[in-house]
């Protein structure tokens, strides 16, 4: 007895959630970065979801090119992180505007 | 066979040789540059008298020579506008090339004596300047086609501007030169109108059709417009009548020459264009400058014949000028102003012979006006080495047995001046009066233009009553100068002059006396010799020859004048009477006018007489306020203009372009506040946004038109 898609897609919409309240709220960008992971996760979970739905591989396959891109994305956000720490002495994303206008 | 036509380019590539040299070479050469000027223009006098040669038939058959040598804007299309630079020789070209080379050789012989002998600074600019004045008219004179004119004529304005103001560390000269630069400015700017305007209209600017081998190659626009005339052509005419273009044409080139040849309105540079070396101003009035705006309309003659309204303007606009400006040098003090009032009041003749039909009169003119013009000139130049640079001629008398050789060539240019038998001015000027009086009342009442003979007549009155204005004022010059008592100190014991400034008086004195020979029409007429050289050589040949080719001949132009200006000759006492009445006139009116200066002036210690003219003096003084109105027209008038103008910019264009600026940088500062730096807001605003489009989306079913 297969999971009805419906409900996949509530999982997806509710980590997608998740990861949207923790960007509006948290100031650590540790914890957006992982809010981001989230997000794309949710991503993740509607393209195997659909994929299963349809019964072809290109939603799978897309999920893998998307967790590539998530790695590589960490990778980046982990460095930004470090130059945050360096001139900013933390972590706090609210601290870095003074490129602003 | 290089014949000397190929050679004629040369005749102003000497000339600009020689500015080069001396620019940038005088000051290692022991006469400052003069060495290259002078050999310069020998070698452009002898190219052009090869060239009159050829041009006369005597190293083959006569012929012309036409021919563009360069293109420098080539059109693409069919038909499509192509700029030329190219040169053409007829009886005009190569009569104009003698003159000009003739006179700036002397000129530069003279100024050995004028300038390095009187131990100036400066001299290779000095040089270099007459040099490239030389160049500019010379290419002016052989220019093919108006454009090629233009560039040539401009570049004999700038020239003058250098010249007049070349000592310009004192007040005067650089003022004069400003003055002289802008008030022929504003005349070539209608002549630049104009240039273009024949250019669109003719699709050409030659004055006269290039043939090849028998064939018309290229039409000339003198013979385009008369095609157009008589509808075997059309021509675009921006809505105008084609006779009222052609005549608006005609009026704007005249703009530019008004401005050159220093007619009325726009004479006012010339007086003041004294505050140059007398040696540029003898070559300014005599051979450069001035005579361009004359030789202009004389090498488009072709064109001025289709408009009677146009010529009509030319002999008012002359007669006027020749009756004003010799007023005006009645009353001046100064030996220089007398000789620039006068060289206004014989272009004045020059233009009203060329508005009343009377082209080879008008160039006669303009030829022994260049001969005894140059020669006052640089004999003035010579009294003024004399005085030690005082020109006034109250303080100078008596110099006549001090300087004889100034004398005698003085006397000489102003008995041509004034008029007076055998002299050259005689001859010339009478016959530019003779041929406003025949065409005058041969159109009385008749023609298309019905005004057109009473106007004729009207303009040579005034040049009639111009002329016993002419022997007046010139011989009280002669008196004041030469005759009586030395009034100062320095006329009693002048400067003596060397040989370069008695040279070139001596060789114009003889020129003077014997010029008007080329042309005596009244001996002609009495005795029936065919002695008339100058007519014959505008007619050029009976059947074929260059007239038929070129279309620039007088046969030509006497059909034109009578076919398409509706201009004829009438004789009220028959024809040879007319002749010697109209003469006889002229003469016993310049022999007035010298015997009444003789009587005011001729005694031994002459004293002013101006006093008794009142009023009037005042306002002959004040050159009858000319100069006074043309600064109150920049004044009064154009700067206030300009200052409506400038609001205008400044308010409502500038204005629009602020006001978009500011409130474009209005709300640019408000709406970079949303750019707060900081990532949870950038992310909630984008969350927002997507939320409001999913909405839209929602609302709209998905579909947003």
């Given at each position: 007895?297969?999971?009805?898609?419906?409900?996949?897609?509530?999982?997806?919409?509710?980590?997608?959630?998740?990861?949207?309240?923790?960007?509006?709220?948290?100031?650590?960008?540790?914890?957006?970065?992982?809010?981001?992971?989230?997000?794309?996760?949710?991503?993740?979970?509607?393209?195997?979801?659909?994929?299963?739905?349809?019964?072809?591989?290109?939603?799978?396959?897309?999920?893998?090119?998307?967790?590539?891109?998530?790695?590589?994305?960490?990778?980046?956000?982990?460095?930004?992180?470090?130059?945050?720490?360096?001139?900013?002495?933390?972590?706090?994303?609210?601290?870095?505007?003074?490129?602003?206008? | 066979?290089?014949?000397?036509?190929?050679?004629?380019?040369?005749?102003?590539?000497?000339?600009?040789?020689?500015?080069?040299?001396?620019?940038?070479?005088?000051?290692?050469?022991?006469?400052?540059?003069?060495?290259?000027?002078?050999?310069?223009?020998?070698?452009?006098?002898?190219?052009?008298?090869?060239?009159?040669?050829?041009?006369?038939?005597?190293?083959?058959?006569?012929?012309?020579?036409?021919?563009?040598?360069?293109?420098?804007?080539?059109?693409?299309?069919?038909?499509?506008?192509?700029?030329?630079?190219?040169?053409?020789?007829?009886?005009?070209?190569?009569?104009?090339?003698?003159?000009?080379?003739?006179?700036?050789?002397?000129?530069?012989?003279?100024?050995?004596?004028?300038?390095?002998?009187?131990?100036?600074?400066?001299?290779?600019?000095?040089?270099?300047?007459?040099?490239?004045?030389?160049?500019?008219?010379?290419?002016?004179?052989?220019?093919?086609?108006?454009?090629?004119?233009?560039?040539?004529?401009?570049?004999?304005?700038?020239?003058?501007?250098?010249?007049?103001?070349?000592?310009?560390?004192?007040?005067?000269?650089?003022?004069?030169?400003?003055?002289?630069?802008?008030?022929?400015?504003?005349?070539?700017?209608?002549?630049?109108?104009?240039?273009?305007?024949?250019?669109?209209?003719?699709?050409?600017?030659?004055?006269?059709?290039?043939?090849?081998?028998?064939?018309?190659?290229?039409?000339?626009?003198?013979?385009?417009?008369?095609?157009?005339?008589?509808?075997?052509?059309?021509?675009?005419?921006?809505?105008?009548?084609?006779?009222?273009?052609?005549?608006?044409?005609?009026?704007?080139?005249?703009?530019?020459?008004?401005?050159?040849?220093?007619?009325?309105?726009?004479?006012?540079?010339?007086?003041?264009?004294?505050?140059?070396?007398?040696?540029?101003?003898?070559?300014?009035?005599?051979?450069?400058?001035?005579?361009?705006?004359?030789?202009?309309?004389?090498?488009?003659?072709?064109?001025?014949?289709?408009?009677?309204?146009?010529?009509?303007?030319?002999?008012?606009?002359?007669?006027?000028?020749?009756?004003?400006?010799?007023?005006?040098?009645?009353?001046?003090?100064?030996?220089?102003?007398?000789?620039?009032?006068?060289?206004?009041?014989?272009?004045?003749?020059?233009?009203?012979?060329?508005?009343?039909?009377?082209?080879?009169?008008?160039?006669?003119?303009?030829?022994?006006?260049?001969?005894?013009?140059?020669?006052?000139?640089?004999?003035?130049?010579?009294?003024?080495?004399?005085?030690?640079?005082?020109?006034?001629?109250?303080?100078?008398?008596?110099?006549?047995?001090?300087?004889?050789?100034?004398?005698?060539?003085?006397?000489?240019?102003?008995?041509?001046?004034?008029?007076?038998?055998?002299?050259?001015g005689f001859w010339s000027k009478d016959e530019v009066l003779y041929e406003a009086l025949i065409h005058g009342f041969g159109t009385l009442g008749t023609g298309e233009v019905g005004m057109l003979g009473g106007l004729y007549l009207l303009a040579y009155a005034m040049g009639l009553l111009a002329v016993f204005f002419t022997g007046f004022y010139t011989f009280r010059m002669v008196y004041l100068t030469f005759h009586g008592d030395a009034r100062t100190e320095t006329a009693e014991d002048p400067e003596p002059v060397r040989w370069n400034v008695k040279g070139p008086l001596a060789v114009l004195g003889i020129g003077a006396a014997t010029v008007g020979l080329i042309n005596m029409k009244p001996v002609a007429e009495l005795t029936g010799a065919h002695i008339d050289f100058l007519h014959k050589w505008l007619m050029g040949p009976e059947e074929g020859g260059w007239p038929a080719v070129t279309?620039?001949?007088?046969?030509?132009?006497?059909?034109?004048?009578?076919?398409?200006?509706?201009?004829?000759?009438?004789?009220?006492?028959?024809?040879?009477?007319?002749?010697?009445?109209?003469?006889?006139?002229?003469?016993?009116?310049?022999?007035?006018?010298?015997?009444?200066?003789?009587?005011?002036?001729?005694?031994?210690?002459?004293?002013?007489?101006?006093?008794?003219?009142?009023?009037?003096?005042?306002?002959?003084?004040?050159?009858?306020?000319?100069?006074?109105?043309?600064?109150?027209?920049?004044?009064?008038?154009?700067?206030?203009?300009?200052?409506?103008?400038?609001?205008?910019?400044?308010?409502?264009?500038?204005?629009?372009?602020?006001?978009?600026?500011?409130?474009?940088?209005?709300?640019?500062?408000?709406?970079?506040?949303?750019?707060?730096?900081?990532?949870?807001?950038?992310?909630?605003?984008?969350?927002?946004?997507?939320?409001?489009?999913?909405?839209?989306?929602?609302?709209?079913?998905?579909?947003?038109?």
């Amino acid at each position: 007895m297969a999971i009805v898609t419906e409900y996949y897609l509530l999982l997806s919409a509710a980590v997608f959630c998740i990861g949207l309240y923790g960007i509006l709220t948290r100031e650590s960008a540790l914890m957006f970065l992982m809010s981001v992971e989230l997000m794309l996760n949710a991503a993740n979970i509607n393209f195997v979801a659909f994929a299963f739905y349809w019964g072809n591989l290109t939603g799978q396959v897309f999920s893998l090119f998307t967790m590539a891109l998530a790695a590589a994305e960490v990778a980046v956000g982990i460095g930004i992180i470090l130059v945050l720490y360096r001139n900013f002495d933390g972590i706090d994303v609210t601290e870095a505007a003074t490129m602003r206008w | 066979m290089a014949g000397a036509y190929d050679f004629v380019p040369a005749i102003a590539a000497l000339p600009f040789v020689a500015f080069l040299v001396s620019l940038f070479f005088g000051r290692y050469m022991p006469k400052r540059g003069a060495e290259a000027g002078i050999i310069a223009t020998a070698g452009s006098l002898l190219l052009s008298i090869w060239t009159a040669l050829t041009v006369a038939g005597f190293t083959g058959p006569a012929t012309s020579y036409n021919e563009n040598l360069y293109t420098w804007v080539a059109g693409v299309d069919e038909g499509a506008l192509s700029l030329h630079l190219g040169v053409f020789v007829d009886p005009l070209t190569a009569l104009m090339l003698l003159i000009v080379s003739l006179i700036s050789f002397l000129v530069h012989v003279f100024s050995l004596g004028y300038m390095n002998d009187e131990g100036e600074t400066g001299l290779p600019r000095y040089y270099a300047g007459l040099g490239l004045f030389t160049a500019s008219m010379l290419g002016f004179v052989f220019s093919n086609n108006l454009l090629m004119a233009f560039m040539f004529f401009e570049l004999v304005g700038l020239c003058s501007y250098l010249l007049i103001g070349f000592w310009f560390r004192d007040e005067g000269p650089p003022s004069a030169a400003k003055k002289a630069f802008l008030v022929t400015r504003f005349g070539d700017y209608f002549f630049l109108i104009g240039v273009v305007g024949i250019f669109v209209t003719f699709g050409t600017g030659l004055f006269a059709p290039i043939t090849e081998g028998g064939t018309v190659v290229a039409e000339s626009f003198p013979g385009v417009a008369d095609a157009a005339l008589n509808g075997e052509a059309s021509v675009d005419t921006f809505g105008f009548g084609t006779q009222t273009w052609v005549t608006i044409l005609g009026l704007l080139v005249l703009g530019g020459v008004l401005g050159k040849s220093a007619q009325f309105p726009l004479h006012t540079w010339l007086p003041d264009a004294m505050e140059g070396p007398t040696p540029v101003s003898a070559l300014i009035h005599a051979a450069t400058m001035v005579a361009a705006g004359v030789y202009l309309v004389a090498r488009m003659y072709g064109f001025y014949l289709l408009s009677p309204t146009a010529l009509a303007i030319i002999a008012l606009v002359g007669g006027f000028t020749a009756l004003f400006a010799a007023s005006m040098g009645v009353v001046k003090q100064e030996l220089k102003q007398v000789l620039a009032y006068s060289t206004i009041s014989q272009y004045g003749y020059m233009m009203l012979a060329l508005g009343t039909g009377g082209y080879v009169a008008a160039v006669f003119h303009l030829t022994t006006h260049a001969v005894f013009k140059a020669l006052l000139f640089l004999g003035a130049g010579s009294v003024i080495i004399a005085m030690h640079h005082n020109e006034n001629m109250w303080d100078m008398g008596g110099l006549k047995d001090k300087m004889p050789v100034t004398y005698w060539t003085f006397l000489a240019g102003s008995l041509a001046l004034a008029g007076i038998v055998p002299f050259a001015g005689f001859w010339s000027k009478d016959e530019v009066l003779y041929e406003a009086l025949i065409h005058g009342f041969g159109t009385l009442g008749t023609g298309e233009v019905g005004m057109l003979g009473g106007l004729y007549l009207l303009a040579y009155a005034m040049g009639l009553l111009a002329v016993f204005f002419t022997g007046f004022y010139t011989f009280r010059m002669v008196y004041l100068t030469f005759h009586g008592d030395a009034r100062t100190e320095t006329a009693e014991d002048p400067e003596p002059v060397r040989w370069n400034v008695k040279g070139p008086l001596a060789v114009l004195g003889i020129g003077a006396a014997t010029v008007g020979l080329i042309n005596m029409k009244p001996v002609a007429e009495l005795t029936g010799a065919h002695i008339d050289f100058l007519h014959k050589w505008l007619m050029g040949p009976e059947e074929g020859g260059w007239p038929a080719v070129t279309s620039t001949g007088l046969h030509h132009y006497e059909e034109l004048l009578h076919d398409a200006a509706h201009v004829t000759a009438g004789y009220p006492l028959g024809e040879t009477p007319t002749l010697l009445v109209s003469a006889l006139v002229s003469l016993s009116l310049a022999v007035g006018g010298v015997l009444v200066a003789r009587s005011l002036y001729g005694g031994p210690d002459p004293v002013e007489h101006t006093d008794r003219l009142g009023g009037v003096k005042t306002v002959l003084m004040h050159n009858y306020y000319q100069d006074e109105y043309q600064v109150w027209l920049a004044q009064g008038v154009t700067v206030p203009l300009a200052r409506a103008a400038d609001k205008f910019d400044q308010g409502v264009v500038d204005g629009v372009v602020n006001g978009i600026s500011s409130v474009s940088l209005f709300t640019g500062s408000r709406f970079r506040r949303i750019q707060s730096g900081l990532v949870t807001n950038y992310a909630a605003l984008m969350t927002l946004s997507l939320v409001l489009l999913l909405v839209v989306f929602v609302v709209f079913g998905g579909v947003v038109n």
